[in-house]
């Protein structure tokens, strides 16, 4: 990427956030330019340590921040944060009210206390009746409808990844571009607030607005009714899944003309869309017979020049070898504090053909940037050594 392509370059953010939905947040600004500092308890993030699924938790999303330590359940410990936060423009958090308030940092306080921040929480729920119940990505998943709308009837699913969360620290990072715009015209900082179950209301609010207008409800998706002729998976010669559609009446020709279904297309019971949808129950046996006598290569080198939507099935390692994903400005590299690197993706946009990021993607160990970012603030080293409970690791 070029240079001077960081948006937020020389804005400060101080990030006390754990798991995705905070972090999340905090990256997004870091991509964008943002200096974020990470404030982690003495013995580091939890989602650090995370196995399993929760391995790449801590590297995909805390990609490019400094790390400082702070022993928040000091009064040395909060002194200092309230030093950083003098001179911050944002701070994003995901702790619960209470604790905040315990700890004298209720968005309230900070807002009297430093009137030009930009206090961003991010929350399992906006104010309301929820606004104190503990929230996780699963569970607003089963709250709102989605889980149902994932899975068969009476087997609700999670969706595939924590997009729930994701979303919700975009939504939080787009709410603080929104309060720093706004501060530029009259200098006043926001308490800003981002629900994780209103960012999966509004993932289902299609289902919702169509039981709202027809009064009919939307069955789960794997039993939806249909409103195109072909979009299904099928298998090919080769035993390969591979997901084909046809959604216009010119796909629909098309389609029939590359695997030879001369007698559909012509078919005088099939010449308008929805004609071609209702006979689904016995058109689409027919096309998946003739996709089974197709190898992929041949459907793929077939279907991408004539614009058929198709797709292969594949598992997330496999992107690694997925040659648009692999392309220079696909993947980026980032080294853990052990030396060891991975590669993920970063913002799924470009500006003037470049991608957006930061001047580093790499993780930070615990508390690397103690030292120089409190004696920045101007703390001594004693103050430092109590404040970020070197004392106590030690």
């Not at 209470?98 to 430093?114: C, W």
């Not at 496999?318 to 980026?332: A, I, N, S, W």
């Amino acid at each position: 990427m070029t240079e001077d392509l960081r948006p937020l370059a020389g804005l400060r953010v101080v990030e006390m956030t754990h798991m995705i939905m905070g972090p999340s947040c905090g990256m997004f600004l870091g991509l964008l330019g943002a200096e974020v500092i990470k404030v982690e308890p003495p013995e580091g993030d939890k989602t650090r340590a995370l196995t399993g699924m929760g391995r790449g938790f801590y590297p995909t999303f805390n990609r490019g921040k400094k790390s400082i330590t702070l022993d928040l359940k000091s009064e040395a410990g909060v002194a200092a944060l309230h030093r950083l936060l003098a001179d911050a423009d944002v701070f994003v958090e995901n702790f619960r009210d209470q604790s905040l308030a315990r700890m004298g940092l209720a968005p309230e306080v900070l807002r009297e206390k430093y009137p030009e921040l930009i206090v961003s929480s991010l929350k399992g729920f906006l104010n309301g009746p929820y606004e104190n119940r503990t929230a996780m990505d699963e569970v607003v998943q089963m709250m709102t409808g989605m889980a149902y709308m994932t899975g068969p009837t009476g087997r609700p699913l999670r969706i595939g990844s924590s997009a729930n969360d994701i979303m919700g620290g975009l939504f939080g990072a787009f709410a603080v571009l929104a309060a720093l715009l706004q501060r530029g015209k009259d200098g006043k900082g926001r308490t800003l607030r981002t629900g994780l179950f209103e960012n999966c209301l509004f993932l289902v609010a299609q289902h919702m607005v169509q039981f709202d207008i027809e009064g009919r409800e939307a069955p789960p998706m794997p039993e939806r009714e249909f409103s195109w002729p072909v979009y299904d998976i099928f298998e090919t010669a080769d035993a390969r899944q591979i997901f084909i559609g046809a959604v216009t009446e010119g796909q629909w020709v098309t389609l029939c003309n590359l695997l030879g279904l001369e007698s559909l297309r012509n078919d005088p019971r099939l010449q308008k869309r929805m004609d071609q949808i209702e006979a689904r129950d016995w058109t689409i046996p027919i096309v998946a017979e003739a996709v089974r006598t197709r190898r992929f290569s041949e459907l793929l080198e077939a279907f991408e020049p004539a614009g058929i939507p198709f797709s292969p099935i594949h598992r997330p390692a496999e992107m690694y070898d997925d040659p648009h994903v692999t392309r220079p400005g696909g993947l980026f590299t980032s080294r853990l504090p052990e030396g060891q690197t991975y590669r993920a993706p970063i913002m799924p946009f470009e500006i003037d053909g470049m991608p957006l990021h930061g001047p580093s993607l790499d993780i930070a160990a615990i508390g690397a940037d103690t030292r120089a970012v409190l004696r920045d603030a101007g703390l001594s080293d004693e103050e430092i050594t109590r404040a970020s409970g070197m004392e106590a690791t030690a």
